[in-house]
C-alpha cells in the first residue's frame, strides 16, 4: 500500500465504498445472463462472476494508476465470464449480451480477431458494458471450454506472465494450442454437419423415403417422432380401454438390428408385417386382466415377438430379446416361457 501515490489511495477509499454497489451489479448481471441462457435453450460449460478484489486492484493501480482519473474509469470492477462448448455459441451468446446490456464499443475488444501464434488460450470476446441504474461499467468475457482450459493452464504455468521461458518448452506450448484450436473448430463443424445431416434425415422420413436412411441412433429416434406405431398401440389400448404411458424405445434399436433391419425402410416393413399378429398376441396378454395402463413399447415389444416365433427363433430367442431390454436375469427364462404360451395358439405360430 506504501507503493501507492495518494491519487491511487483516494481510488481504493471509493472502491470501499463502492463496494456494495458492485456486489449489486454482480448479482444482477448473474441474473440476467442465467435467465436469458434460459429462455434461448443454449447450454453452456459456466456462467461466473466477481467483484475485483482490494488487492487486485491495488496491484493494478500500482502498474498503470496514473490513467484512472476515477473508480469509474477502470472497467474490470465486475467481470463476468460465459464459457461455451462450442465455438459458434460465443456469438450467439454475445447477440443475446447486446440486447441485454449497453455496450461500450469502444474499449470492448474481440481478441478472436488477434491471429498471433500463441493467442489461443487468448481468443476471448470482451465486452465492456452498462447496466442502466448502476454508475460502473463491467466486462463479459466470452470463450470455449478448451480457451478457458488454455488459459488456466498458461496462467499456472506462468507462460503468458512475461517471464521467457526456455524456446523448446514455448514452441511445445504453442504446437498444443495450434491443436486446440484445429479441435474447437472441429468440434463445431461437426455439430453443424450432424445438425446437417438430421434435418436430411427428417426430410426422407417425412416424405416416405425410408430405404434411403440408414438404420442408427439417429434416424431411430426420427422415426419414432412420427409415431409409426400409434394406429397399433391404440388398438391394444382400446382391448381393456387403457391408457397409454409414454416409454423410451432406444433399446429397441440393438433389438432391430439384430432382426437384420438395416434402414428405416425395413424397420417399416417388419411393423407392416407383423402388427396384426402383434395385436392378437395383445389380446391373448390383456384379454384376461384388468390393466387400465399400458406401455406405449407394447407394441413395438410384440411385433419383435411375434417376428421371432415366426422365424423360428423359439423360446431361446424370446429370452435374448428380453435379455436385450430388461438386461441379462434368470427371470426373463420364465418371462420367455409364458410369452411362448401366450402365441402357442395364434395363427401365425401354426404357419
Known sequence: MEALDLHCRLILEEYREALPELERLKEAVLDKLHEALSRSGLIVTAVEARVKTESSLAGKLALKGGKYASLADITDLVGARVVTFYTDDVDRIASMAEKLFEVDWENSV???KIHELDSFGYNSLHYICRLPGFHYRFEIQLRTTLQHAWAAINHDT?????IEIPKEYMRRMNRLAGMLEMADDEFSRIRTELN?????????VQNGKLDDVSLDGDTFRSYMQAKPLETLNKRIAAINQAEIQDAPLTQYLRVLKALNCKTLGDVSRLIRQYQDD???LARHQLGNTDLDIISSAIGLQNICIVCIL???GGKIGLKRLFDALNGTSEQNAALAELTYDQAAALPFMQK
Open 158 to 162: 506462468g507462460y503468458k506472465s512475461g
Open 310 to 312: 415366426s422365424s423360428g
Open 110 to 112: 474481440d481478441k478472436r
Open 278 to 280: 402383434a395385436y392378437l
Open 196 to 204: 446437417d445431416y438430421r434435418r436430411r434425415v427428417q426430410k426422407l
